[in-house]
């Protein structure tokens, strides 16, 4: 298969509510309770949480949706009296460092062995779901296919200067992770951290502005503020086929950046059994079948019958090579650097 805020910014559903929301939860609430913290969108997560509370009606599902970063910290600052139970969606370098940080509870699904060695924590710590591809998406009322750029560094080029716009990459784990890879790019083509940066220094200065949350961004490239931006290719097929919003993509033809989209259980969590049987529901084959064609999300199961997946969906895509574990343990440090000495700075 979203999300510089520097405070936490999430939305929750069905209700919104202050502070006190998840003591409300605990108390008011006949029903057991489970909480989810998401980074899925309100048109995959409320549908799966309405069929789970279909099948068990016995059970409430609260959830909040925020940006990969912010979950992590969120249930970070929660460690000593943990809020959520499940965490659902964040690329797999953050669970990495959650991992280490002991935040999360291990759990072997019943499909662990149908998942690539790639895909997973070895201790079971996490599991992912979804491949993401990162694409080049582009308002297709500006541009036509063959004008967009076709690799990552035609962003670069002066015809591109004040037309990108682009998700506040802090929060997103979406941003974060084209960042980072293109920092492990240059990388591997120099040796030096420092070309790294030098790209994300030029691209910075054709960006026209920095969105706070993926709403805005689909909204500025909508509305033709920026023509260009780099985002995650399920949401951009997501948006134009629930709102018709203008948008088509590219991937980049070096390669693109893979996302694992990962699943885990929150340490501490009240109610892991609830969390358990949520987890085992939403990556189900039929929940990965319905969640390819109706949201667009590619199944990290490789035992996903091909012909119940989409057709477009069956086609390999180029992956750029990563070194995951330097990306989990550089990744808070580039991006810092980034917001302090290249953010903004180029325009």
Aim: proline share 7%; aromatic share 12%.
């Amino acid at each position: 298969m979203q999300t510089g805020l520097s405070t936490f910014k999430a939305k929750i559903y069905p209700i919104v509510v202050g502070a006190g929301l998840l003591v409300l939860l605990g108390c008011a609430e006949k029903k057991p309770t489970m909480v989810i913290y998401t980074t899925h969108g309100k048109e995959l997560v409320q549908t799966f949480v309405d069929l789970f509370e279909k099948d068990h009606p016995q059970v409430q599902v609260r959830w909040l949706d925020m940006g990969s970063q912010d979950a992590l910290d969120r249930i970070r600052s929660e460690k000593g009296n943990p809020q959520a139970d499940l965490w659902w969606g964040a690329p797999a370098p953050i669970f990495m460092r959650a991992k280490k940080e002991g935040l999360l509870q291990p759990y072997r699904p019943t499909w662990a062995e149908q998942v690539d060695s790639m895909y997973r924590d070895p201790e079971d710590m996490w599991y992912g779901t979804f491949l993401t591809p990162e694409v080049i998406a582009f308002n297709r009322e500006k541009l036509s296919r063959e004008q967009a750029p076709q690799d990552w560094d035609d962003l670069l080029k002066p015809e591109w200067k004040g037309r990108v716009v682009i998700r506040s990459p802090l929060a997103s784990g979406t941003m974060r992770a084209i960042f980072v890879a293109m920092i492990l790019r240059q990388m591997q083509k120099t040796g030096r951290v420092e070309d790294g940066f030098e790209w994300l220094r030029q691209l910075d200065a054709n960006t026209r502005s920095y969105a706070a949350d993926p709403t805005m961004l689909y909204l500025k490239l909508a509305r033709g503020e920026g023509d260009v931006t780099l985002w995650n290719m399920p949401d951009i097929m997501l948006q134009r086929s629930l709102y018709n919003y203008p948008f088509d993509y590219i991937i980049p033809r070096s390669g693109t950046v893979v996302v694992t989209d990962c699943i885990a259980l929150v340490k501490g969590a009240k109610q892991p059994e609830l969390a358990k049987a949520f987890y085992e529901f939403v990556t189900s084959k039929e929940a990965l079948i319905r969640q390819a064609h109706e949201f667009y999300r590619i199944p990290a199961r490789r035992d996903i019958p091909r012909e119940k997946l989409p057709e477009w969906m069956r086609a390999p895509i180029k992956v750029l090579p990563l070194d995951w574990e330097l990306f989990a343990e550089k990744e808070t440090e580039w991006m810092e650097y980034w917001n302090q000495h290249i953010r903004s700075r180029g325009r």
